[in-house]
Antibody, heavy 117, light 110 residues
Framework: EVQLVQSGAEVKKPGESLKISCRGS????????IGWVRQKPGEGLEWMAI????????RYSPSSQGQVTISADKSISTAYLQWSSLKAPDTAMYYC??????????WGQGTMVTVST | QSALTQPASVSGSPGQSITVSCTGT?????????VSWYKQCPGKAPKLMIY???NRPSGVSNRFSGSKSGNTASLTISGLQAEDEGDYYC??????????FGTGTKVTVL
């Protein structure tokens, strides 16, 4: 079965760092795009970033550029999204997605990140 | 990069057909046939419903169809059923090599 399994919910304080993960299985992780989508509480979906593990082609949305870092460890078929200094507005559900020919066919279950004092 | 524009809500009676629009620009929807649609139920991850403007993934009912004209893409649900309720989002590839989602539409079955 093709699936993406994400790490668990996180509660952090402003200014802390964080790295969440997404492990792919049942397909060739290295040759498929893997990306992240944000959904703030009560709001819509927002595309953040995508990369191709095999050639490290990385693209960010203008609003995500410089705010987060997407990366991947091909040896364990895992993608990451990390922050160096979290802010309260980063509170959201984060979904990882598999990108295929211009669409996202597989979604992870989501990782809830809460940033609060 | 602005979000694609969708109506906030669309409703219909069981058995009717409804259409959800998704308006972008010549930098995204108008140029590329990489338009996809996703359905999200409360508390769940989104699910792919349409890709490549009008293609259905395996397992998605043929009551769902997609099309595009100029800078506007559309999702049509025919024979509306109670199970079709949810939030629907369009997505498009952009000239920048990135992607953009629509603002989302709440579909209600009356």
């Amino acid at each position: 079965e093709v699936q993406l399994v994400q790490s668990g919910a996180e509660v952090k304080k402003p200014g802390e760092s964080l790295k969440i993960s997404c492990r792919g299985s049942g397909y060739n992780f290295n040759t498929n795009w893997i990306g992240w989508v944000r959904q703030k509480p009560g709001e819509g979906l927002e595309w953040m970033a995508i990369m191709k593990p095999d050639d490290s082609d990385i693209r960010y949305s203008p609003s995500s550029q410089g705010q987060v870092t997407i990366s991947a460890d091909k040896s364990i078929s895992t993608a990451y999204l990390q922050w160096s200094s979290l802010k309260a507005p980063d509170t959201a559900m984060y979904y990882c997605v598999r990108g295929v020919s211009g669409y996202f066919d597989i979604w992870g279950q989501g990782t809830m990140v809460t940033v609060s004092t | 990069q602005s979000a694609l524009t969708q109506p906030a809500s669309v409703s219909g009676s069981p058995g009717q057909s409804i259409t959800v629009s998704c308006t972008g620009t010549s930098s995204d929807v108008g140029t590329y046939n990489y338009v996809s649609w996703y359905k999200q139920c409360p508390g769940k991850a989104p699910k792919l419903m349409i890709y490549g403007v009008g293609n259905r993934p395996s397992g998605v009912s043929n009551r769902f169809s997609g099309s595009k004209s100029g800078n506007t893409a559309s999702l049509t649900i025919s024979g509306l059923q109670a199970e079709d309720e949810g939030d629907y989002y369009c997505n498009s590839y952009t000239r920048s090599g990135t992607y953009v989602f629509g603002t989302g539409t709440k579909v209600t079955v009356l």
